[in-house]
């Protein structure tokens, strides 16, 4: 069974940062793209931020030039630095592991972590 275990959420104001990790088994890490996605109340489930297996990255909008995904392949975990945190970031984060072989689609999801941010 694939776990991946969230970590890091909390309640912050405007302008400060929050670090979401994400651990997996290393069979996961290795050969998955890794990403966070988030979910804010009566709103859909939309990507913020996504790194492959090789390390290419790709952010949303409204995130680029604040948000920071990275992988630590040794610990077998992913990152979410969030910087300049605005009210309109607050929400629920997945944590998501993707890959496509074989024509089939394989996406596994953490349990989410909350992120609040308000004054």
């Known amino acids: 069974q694939v776990q991946l275990v969230e970590s890091g959420g909390g309640y912050v104001q405007p302008g400060e940062s929050l670090r979401l990790s994400c651990a997996t088994s290393r069979t996961i890490f290795s050969i998955y793209a890794m990403g966070w996605y988030r979910q804010a109340p009566g709103k859909q489930r939309e990507l913020v931020a996504r790194i492959t297996n090789t390390g290419s990255t790709n952010y949303a909008d409204s995130v680029k030039g604040r948000f920071t995904i990275s992988r630590d392949n040794a610990k077998n975990t992913v990152y979410l630095q969030m910087n300049g945190l605005k009210p309109e970031d607050t929400a629920d984060y997945y944590c998501?592991?993707?890959?496509?072989?074989?024509?089939?689609?394989?996406?596994?999801w953490g349990q989410g972590t909350q992120v609040t941010v308000s004054s």
């Open positions: 998501n592991a993707h890959r496509v072989a074989m024509a089939r689609e394989y996406n596994y």
